[in-house]
């Protein structure tokens, strides 16, 4: 599968969340790995689709990544 970036703007509707959760979650350090070209922020697919496989849950007792 062919790794592309991805704006900000379609990173989050490809996770199903707001472009400023994105944002609040680079600021606290959460969330994908993120690339900085200049000004501009952008999201590789495969770190996405890396960052989907981390949160994945089979259980509300799992303890999340960001508690560990």
């Known amino acids: 599968m062919t790794d592309t970036l991805m704006t900000e703007a379609a990173a989050a509707e490809y ?3 707001s472009p400023r959760t994105l944002q609040r ?3 606290t350090g959460q969330g994908p790995t993120y690339r900085k070209l200049g ?4 999201y590789s697919t495969e770190d996405l689709r890396e960052y989907l496989g981390r949160v994945r849950r089979s259980s509300t007792s799992t303890p999340s ?4």
């Open 15 to 17: 996770l199903g969340l």
């Open 65 to 68: 990544p960001e508690a560990a």
């Open 25 to 27: 979650w680079r600021v």
């Open 39 to 42: 000004k501009r922020v952008a």
